[in-house]
């Protein structure tokens, strides 16, 4: 039982971690607070919905499909909308993303109706494989490899790679990075277009999962910005292990204690924001 | 022009008195809107339920003004001190048996403020991000700690049973909400003015100072920490009064009131109507209630989206608001004319 | 008695020492500043004079040694603190509030000098002292045409003019001045230049420029900062006769 609470609770963590990843790296270069996140999240789950339900393209393409097509919808957001807002202050930042879920949560209850919609998952996902001497759900199964993909892939390229460099060097010190030549305003539109990437790749994972309906955009948000607060920005390592923390806890404490979970998560949350607000792994 | 040292010195003087009361002098104008809001009950009784809300909404957008408009600090939980006046009124009636409205109203306001002077000590340490995280988590904290204690506060079926004597011992609460009105209207008025005479007040002209320049503030001397949470608790208070204003209005509350979405409208309200100028909540906080009362008669797909679209278009080409348009276009004209 | 409170010196430190990371930005320094003094504070760039200036006011709190204002020891003390003991400064960039006035920007150092920062109970416009000594200031750094408008529409020669306009507001006895002349064209320095020379004899002045002429004129002791450390310290006949400072500051050459 314990075992595969555990379990739930990892596949959890890794759709928390897709979700939350590309929102710290964009805040974290950046320095938006972007509360539309999970508007992002929320058109690449019913872009996956569509191409899957309606359409019948296989599963792993669909899933790719929707993720490049809202990075690719994210550019003129970044260059029409978020570009006027990188200077200005919180409250216009803060307001602009919600006006912005807003809009995106009618036009989503508009176009697919208020209900929860699910995906239908081919046989391969839908059954179950057997580990430690047990049955798991595959589609679980196949969560948690897709986030350690991602996590892996994040990590290389962000180490190993020229773009990852350069992101790094924005991240520390924006005016230094452009004073070394680094065109800025190509990386935030790169590097936005990889956070939207993501965020719709978590919420197209998270269809079957947690459920999908127009407050998607909204509903995951506080968690979602506590992973990228106790992880620390623009950090993969410790938004990983703010996700892992979060995400068995949030699925533990739901299971022993059902009426109070949510309490139990966020009062803890709320003692590591203040006690190490530069995140778990970061520097006090 | 030889003007004569002394002489220098007086116009200095006068210029500046001339320039203070040009910036917190009342004028005539200022009268017109409690005017109409007076009026209002008498030409449209049959609106007077929505009326109440708007003043209830005014005051709670006011509250938020004295932090994010005059200091500059931006919360996404002040539906926290909203809620715990609201559940502070409705607990005393439903759940204690005491109906007299104004001290439940005064009990609201003290929880309220009490509860923003301790959740302030810790959060006012915080800046930028990390503030409006914390605000965020703690809010959503309050929140659910209400959902699970469903037992106490009624949860998302509500709290039952809130009954309220007569205001005063002499007025009874009538259906259409004409008592209800006027309360609204008392306590918005009384702590509209309070606000309007402190925004001339050296305290109020700190929190600027602090918005501004939070460096030079302290090396002027200012306890930053301290200035802020007092305004934080005065905050507070009136946001748990209005909370407690919507509770024996509506005599019924769900955990709604502690919830996110009131946060993120409530600063909706202010930036609509403009920040830091004590008129723009309320000219926010009218616009936005009557807006979605009539958009969401067609459907809350069209509120939704229309809010969304109007914040968006607000942020992009009108940042000071409402009121800061029409000062714009009023400046436009006189240079026309002149 | 008095003798020896006369001599104290209003402001000193001993043996101040700050890190960041490996690198020692300010070694045990120590320095005194006397009533009435005129000290300059020169150095190459990176020589740690601002880091100086920063613990001296309490932004910084040093790894080792003490500040002290007159004989209190203020290493605890917050900046906030070290301002109710007669401690202002002025900063190398702008530090103003720039969509105030140039009144409300210099009242509110006014109402915080007058204590009565925190005043809920009175109207601006009742405390007839606080609009009475900042349009004397104003005056005295000729603002009077400026005194009604935003700082955001103020020339920078101007805005710099403010910044030390905000710090007499305090009326401190010690005044740190960070490099008032920053950014100001040698041509348009006259006003500020003015300012400083005229001001109170009774304020003790630490200053850090670059301009060298001006300091040679307008200082009576002058400190000379290098890599963090004392490199030398005297009268400006001295500091210019000096053949370390001449080889690691003046390029070689004497000073005339």
């Given amino acids: 039982m314990a075992l595969s609470i555990f379990f739930d609770g990892i596949a959890y963590a890794m759709i928390l971690f897709v979700l939350a990843v590309g929102l710290s790296i964009t805040m974290g270069l950046m320095g938006v607070i972007n509360l539309a996140h999970g508007a992002f999240a929320m058109a690449g789950g019913y872009l996956a919905v569509v191409l899957i339900n309606r359409l019948a393209v296989p599963f792993v393409p669909a899933l790719l499909l929707a993720v490049a097509l809202v990075a690719v919808l994210s550019v003129p957001f970044e260059r029409m909308l978020y570009a006027a807002i990188y200077g ?3 409250l216009d930042q803060v307001l602009m993303t919600i006006g912005l879920t807003l809009m995106s949560m009618a036009v989503a209850t508009y176009l697919f109706g208020p209900g929860p919609v699910t995906l239908k998952l081919p046989g391969a996902l839908d059954g179950t494989v057997p580990a430690f001497g047990r049955e798991f759900p595959s589609y679980r199964a196949f969560i948690v490899g897709v986030g350690a993909a991602v996590f892996a892939a994040l990590w290389f390229s962000f180490e190993r790679t020229v773009l990852g460099a350069k992101i790094r060097a924005a991240v520390d010190n924006r005016a230094m990075a452009e004073a070394a030549g680094i065109n800025t305003a190509r990386l935030f539109t790169l590097t936005f277009a990889l956070g939207c990437g993501l965020a719709a790749l978590g919420g197209a994972l998270a269809v079957n999962v947690v459920g999908l309906t127009p407050r998607f955009a909204i509903q995951y948000l506080v968690v979602v910005l506590a992973v990228v607060a106790v992880g620390g920005l623009g950090t993969i390592g410790g938004t990983m292990a703010a996700a892992l923390v979060i995400g068995v806890a949030d699925v533990a404490a739901r299971y022993f204690f059902p009426g109070a979970s949510a309490f139990l998560i966020y009062a803890p949350l709320l003692l ?13 | 022009m030889e003007r004569s040292e002394r002489g220098a010195d007086t116009s200095g003087v006068s210029a500046a008195e001339r320039f203070l009361k040009g910036r917190d002098g009342l004028r005539a104008i200022e009268a017109l809107p409690w005017l109409a809001a007076i009026a209002f009950p008498i030409a449209f009784p049959d609106c007077a339920l929505l009326g109440t809300h708007v003043l209830i909404m005014m005051l709670f957008a006011l509250s938020l003004d004295v ?14 001190y909203f809620g715990v006046g609201a559940y502070t009124a409705g607990l005393v009636s439903a759940r204690l048996g005491w109906s007299e409205p104004i001290s439940g109203l005064l009990a609201a306001g003290i929880a309220a403020g009490a509860f923003g002077l301790v959740t302030g000590s810790v959060l006012l340490r915080y800046q930028h991000l990390a503030l409006i995280m914390l605000t965020l988590v703690l809010s959503t904290m309050v929140f659910e700690l209400a959902n699970a204690w469903a037992d106490l506060t009624g949860g998302w079926d509500g709290l039952m049973g809130i009954q309220l004597g007569p205001l005063l011992g002499l007025f009874e609460w009538d259906l259409r909400g004409l008592t209800s009105y006027g309360y609204a209207l008392t306590v918005l008025m009384a702590s509209f003015w309070w606000l309007r005479f402190l925004s001339a007040s050296p305290f109020m002209q700190g929190l600027r100072g602090i918005r501004e320049n939070r460096a030079r503030m302290r090396a002027i001397g200012t306890p930053i920490t301290f200035h802020l949470l007092i305004a934080f608790t005065l905050s507070a208070t009136l946001a748990g009064v209005a909370g407690a204003l919507f509770a024996q209005a509506n005599a019924f509350i769900t955990i709604e009131v502690l919830g996110f979405e009131r946060s993120a409208a409530v600063l909706t309200m202010l930036l609509l109507g403009g920040v830091g100028r004590l008129y723009g909540a309320l000219a926010g906080a009218l616009v936005f209630i009557v807006a979605a009362d009539w958009l969401a008669k067609m459907s809350p797909i069209y509120w939704e989206f229309g809010v969304g679209l109007l914040l968006v278009l607000v942020v992009l080409l009108y940042p000071n608001g409402l009121l800061g348009a029409i000062e714009r276009v009023r400046a436009q004209c006189r240079r026309r004319s002149a | 008695m008095t003798a020896a409170a006369a001599s104290a010196p209003l402001l000193s430190t001993a043996g101040l020492s700050i890190s960041f990371g490996a690198l020692k930005v300010v070694q045990s320094v120590d320095f005194r500043l006397d ?29 080792r040694g003490i500040v002290c204002i007159g004989n209190l020891e203020v290493n605890r003390l917050s900046v906030e ?15 103003l509030f720039r969509n105030l006035t140039v009144f409300e920007n210099v009242s509110l150092a006014v109402m915080r000098r007058r204590g009565v920062g925190m005043s809920m109970f009175r109207r601006c416009s009742s405390h007839a002292v606080v609009t009475q000594d ?16 935003p700082i955001r529409e103020l020339s920078y020669g101007k805005q710099r003019l403010v910044e030390l306009a905000i710090a007499l507001g305090l009326r401190p006895r010690i005044l740190l001045l960070d490099e008032p002349m920053a950014g100001i064209p040698i041509g348009e320095r006259g006003p500020i230049l003015d300012v400083v020379a005229k001001l109170d004899p009774e304020i003790a002045i630490l200053i850090v420029e670059h301009d060298i002429d001006f300091v040679f004129q307008f200082a009576s002791q002058i400190t000379v900062l290098a890599n963090g450390s004392v490199l030398a310290r005297g009268t400006p006949a001295e500091i210019a006769a000096d053949v370390a400072v001449a080889e690691m500051y003046l390029g070689g050459g004497s000073h005339e």
């Avoid at chain 1, 924001?273 to 006090?284: D, I, N, Q, S």
């Avoid at chain 3, 009435?36 to 990176?46: D, F, K, V, Y």
């Avoid at chain 3, 900042?134 to 408008?149: H, R, S, V």
Wanted: glycine share 16%; charged share 20%; hydrophobic share 45%.
């Fill in chain 1, 272 to 284: 590591v924001m203040l006690l190490r607000p530069r995140g778990l792994l970061g520097k006090v």
């Fill in chain 3, 35 to 63: 009533r009435g003094a005129r000290h300059a504070l020169i150095g190459p760039n990176g020589a740690g004079k601002t880091t100086f200036i920063n613990l001296l006011s309490g932004v910084l709190r040093p790894a």
């Fill in chain 1, 88 to 90: 200005r202050g919180e």
């Fill in chain 3, 81 to 95: 603190q070290r301002v109710r003991c007669g401690l202002a400064r002025t900063f190398q960039i702008s530090q």
């Fill in chain 2, 67 to 80: 932090i994010v408009g005059y200091a500059g600090i931006v919360t996404l939980g002040h539906a926290a």
């Fill in chain 3, 134 to 149: 900042a349009m004397d200031i104003i005056g005295t750094l000729g603002l009077d045409d400026e005194a009604f408008q």
